[in-house]
Each structure stands twice: as C-alpha cells, then as structure tokens.
C-alpha cells in the first residue's frame, strides 16, 4: 500500500484526467495548471465521511449547526492558526465569493468605493461590479499590501476593503503590523474590512499568517473573516463555507442576511467537519510537498528560464510569474496555451499590474511541476 507521501508526489496523470471539475474538463488537450484546485487525492478522513453519507443516501438538505461545523471550525481554527473562535460567532455560506457579495451588499450603497488590491483573485472585480459599487484600486507595492494607499481611500471615503490574506495571486503574507495599520485606518474613517482569508491554513514554512480578527479590537469591531476548507482541502465543489465575527456590530450584519446567504451545502458540510477535525496530518503532508515544490519551480525557472520572474510565494500553491522578458505580449498564458499546450491563469484577469503575467498552480505532482516549465520552455524555442 503507497505511503500517503508517496500518493501525493505520485500522481498518475492518466487518473487525473479521468476528473470532471473545471480544471481538467475545460481544456482536455492541454495540461491545466491553472484554476485554484490542487491535483493531490483528498484526505482520508474526507473520503471516508462521504463515502459513508453516499453510501447512507445522505444526499438531502443542510444543517451544518446541527452537525457541528462551527465547533469543528473553532477547533481547527485554535490548532492550526492559534484563533481563539467563539463558534456562535460562525456562520455557514456556500462560499466565500458569495459570502462576501451580500456581506458587501448589506454595507455598501450603490456608487461607494470599495478598496481591492491588484494584482488580485479577479472575482473580486466581479462582487464589486455585482452590488453597484466602484472599484478603488491600490496596487501592491513591490508585491506587498499598501497599507498608506488603503488608509488613503478610507479617508476619501471608502466605504470598505475586500482584503486577500494571504494575497492572491502574489502569495504574500501580510504582517500583523499591517493589519493593525490597516484595523487602526477603518476605525478611523469608519471602513469595514472584509478579509478573505481562505488560503491561510496553507501559509508555508518561513512564513505566520495572522488572522485578522486577532489583531486588536479595531479590527474585531470593523471586520468580517471569511474561510473555507475547500482550498485547503480540495472541496470546492462541495459549496460549504465560513462567514466569522467577533464583535456584536458585525454579527448583527450577519445576521441580517437573507436565508440564502446563509446556507451552504450538505456534503461540503460533512466533509468539511471530517476536514477539520481529522485532516492535520494530511495537510501536513500537504503543505511539506508545496513547500519543495515552489523551491522546485525556483530551479527550474533559474536553469531553464532565467528571464521569468518569480518570488516564491509565502502561503498557498499560486505561483505569480512574471514572464514579460519572454516576449510573450500582454497576456503569455493564452501564447502559452497555444503554443505549449499548459493551461496559466492570465495574468490581465487579475488587473492592469497582470498584464505580462500569468499565474502558475504547483498543487500536484512534482513530476507535472517539471513538465509545466518544459511547456512554458518548448513555448519559447528552449
């Protein structure tokens, strides 16, 4: 029987094709390196609970307050990031984009400016567009969050920030004294921050992600925290997520979102709790084989294309690269996908910073990591 090491370096690329999720379905004559979905097979204990509720028909209606989930999440949330959740304060959603479209949409009047940071997850774009808002963009700074530029446009009148902690597509770690700044900024000028922070559990070694809401008590009053097992755990489509607060002016805006927003998926709730509860030494398996790949895709990138750029990245499996010295145009990955047959995020989606950039999933095998680079080279003549 194959050591569970061993299951998540050695990926047959043959099983992975046989998946019908987004990633592998929608280009099947390229290898897919791009959405959020990592390669590895689910956790054990993951399987096990719903194997067991198909094998139950336990296919009907959800009651994740019933099962536990906001307990479980407490649980998970004091072991591996030393939160301290008060499991009245979670809220269960379908997902964390969703949570946070009606979160903004209860804050927000149509016309207010709403703080993202770009380059960024582009359907933030999207949840600001959806509520009639508009969008003020303070680019990162040197790949890090611009704490100045944001208290900038709280002072202007900002009604709030869609924080991406750790930042997608950068994977920068922001430091607790950037959150305290920013906490302080939204006091201030009477900001809200929404903080996404659903790549955290994946922060890798080197590196301390520190939930926002642990920061003072400017952020527990101004601030919403959004998570989820699905990146962590490879659950997406399972629609089970975490709204959390920890003040009482932020909890009565949860609570007054409609029964929709409040309602996530029975399956994702059932795996999400096994996740959670059970998962610890799968994740930590996880994250020591996502730790050498990103120092892998460095080496390859040094030998074989040492005009990309490339700063490992501090939490997740989200590689942002700089590929403008290739002579690639605005947008490499769709050269890329043409030419060398590797699905990339684009670069542009993410905003005007993206352009001559594209975005790389190392969450699989090393082997494929390998052969992601020979595409990118074979694109370029290499």
Known sequence: MASLHQELTEIPLERLRRRRSAKWAMYPEALPAWVAEMDFPLAPPVKRALTEAV???DCGYAAP??????DAFAGFAAARLGWQVDPAQVTASSNVVAALTEVLRALAEPGDRVVINTPVYHPFFAIVEEVGCELAEVPLRDGRLDVEGIEREFAAGATALILCSPHNPSGDVPSREQLVAIADAAERHGAWVLADEIHAPLTLPGAEQVPFLTVSEAARERGIAFSSASKTFNLAGLMCSQMITAAPGPAAVIEGLSFIAKHGG???????????REGGPWLDEVLAVLDH???LLGGLLTERLPEVGYRPPRAGYL??????????????????LERGGLALNSGPTFGPQGAGFAR??????????????ERIARTVGR
């Open 55 to 57: 094998e139950l028909d």
């Open 293 to 295: 790949n990103r120092a």
């Open 65 to 70: 307050a019933e099962l536990g989930l906001a």
């Open 319 to 336: 590689a942002w690269l700089d590929l403008r010295e290739l002579g690639l145009g605005e947008d490499p990955a769709a050269v890329i």
């Open 360 to 373: 790389l999933n190392f969450g699989t095998s090393p082997a494929l990591v390998e052969e992601a680079v």
């Open 266 to 276: 029975h399956l994702g709730a059932i795996a999400s709790i096994a996740a959670f």
